[in-house]
């Protein structure tokens, strides 16, 4: 396990897997998944990417901590709170929800020291606007603001660092989307020679288009689109097929995905591989953004377990 987040990251740490043995498709095209979520075991994905060039702030402005925001089962809230805690700095987490519904993710956030506040739904909607900040500022002198998803100039800039990881002959990098930060980022870092293509897994997530323009480099020319159409019933839904599907992935290549983010974008790249949506010479890399925290235990403990089991 490693212990800190603040290092350079090599494609040893992050290793291309290989998808190509006809199963997954069947036509003259490679598939290849970039396995971020191996970075680190907490902070895993992109979330560590997000928090990099946060985290760096908050600690040269000698900020004692950080305060953030999430949903009860947040991945970034997790990286979060881990991530402050190597960097030895405190952590704040504002949640959407009640304080009796502890889930999972939220235990473990207390258990990395993380304080949580909660806010009703209608309360978390406002938590970004000026009265909200300010509150936040005068309650916790001293923590840097870190919006949603790591949502920020720093966040996006961070995430574009994934695109040195790579290889050069991709032709369209595959990802899914949450804030669109991560999105963001890339689109302004990758060359024009690759598309982007995001999986958007909320039901009408059409309003991400509007969100993510402002962020985007107009000198860029990077070809992006993004689709909604896997979406399985919206954010945090599931159902059998999507379940099954991850776990013939998983017994077939041995690589573990989330049913909230990445188990929806590996569905939706084989139903569109079915619908011949590529050229035959394409290489698109997948990445994983990790999100494993997340899943069920049934998941968890399945990918848990030896090969010899
Ligand atoms: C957070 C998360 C995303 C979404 O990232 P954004 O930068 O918010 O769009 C995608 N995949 C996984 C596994 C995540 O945990």
Redesign the pocket.
């Known amino acids: 396990m490693k212990t800190t987040c603040v290092n350079t990251v090599t494609t040893a740490d992050v290793p291309l897997q290989s998808l190509d043995d006809g199963w997954f498709h069947h036509r003259a095209l490679r598939v290849s998944v970039l396995r971020l ?1 191996l970075l680190h075991p907490v902070v ?4 560590w990417y ?1 928090l990099k060039y946060n985290l760096e702030a908050a600690v040269q402005a000698g900020c004692r901590g950080v305060l953030t925001f999430g949903g009860p089962h ?3 809230l997790a ?1 979060a709170a881990h991530a402050a805690r190597l960097h030895g700095l405190s952590s704040i987490g504002v949640v959407r929800g009640v304080p009796q519904e502890y889930s999972p993710t939220l235990r473990f956030c207390a258990e990395e020291g993380m304080q949580l506040h909660f806010l009703d739904r209608e309360a978390y909607a406002e938590k970004s606007k000026a009265p909200f900040v300010q509150e936040w500022q005068r309650q916790f002198p001293g923590c840097r603001i870190i919006p ?4 920020n100039e720093e ?1 996006r800039k961070g ?1 574009g660092e994934i695109a040195s990881l790579l290889p050069s002959d991709a032709t369209h990098v595959l ?11 890339l689109r302004n870092a990758l060359p024009a020679s690759v598309a982007l293509l ?1 999986f958007v ?1 909320m039901k009408g997530g059409a309003y991400l288009q509007q969100e993510i323009e402002p962020w985007l480099l107009p000198a860029q020319k990077v070809q992006w689109s993004l689709t909604d159409a896997y979406h399985f019933g919206g954010f945090g839904k599931t159902s059998p097929v999507l379940t099954d599907f991850i776990i013939s992935i998983y017994k077939r290549y041995g690589l573990p995905l ?1 049913i ?3 188990g929806k ?1 590996m569905f939706g790249l084989r139903e569109m591989l079915a619908g011949q949506a590529f050229r035959d010479a394409a290489h698109l890399v997948c ?6 925290q ?1 899943n069920p235990l049934s998941l968890k403990q399945l990918f848990s377990q030896k090969e010899s089991d």
């Not at 949603?148 to 949502?151: F, I, K, L, N, S």
């Not at 990802?175 to 980022?185: D, E, K, N, Y």
């Open positions: 979520d895993s994905g992109n979330k997000k947040s991945n970034h990286a949603e998803g790591g949502a966040g995430a990802l899914s989307v949450g804030s669109g930060t991560t999105f963001a980022g995001g897994p989330d909230v983010y990445t974008m990445l994983h953004t990790g999100g494993l997340g």
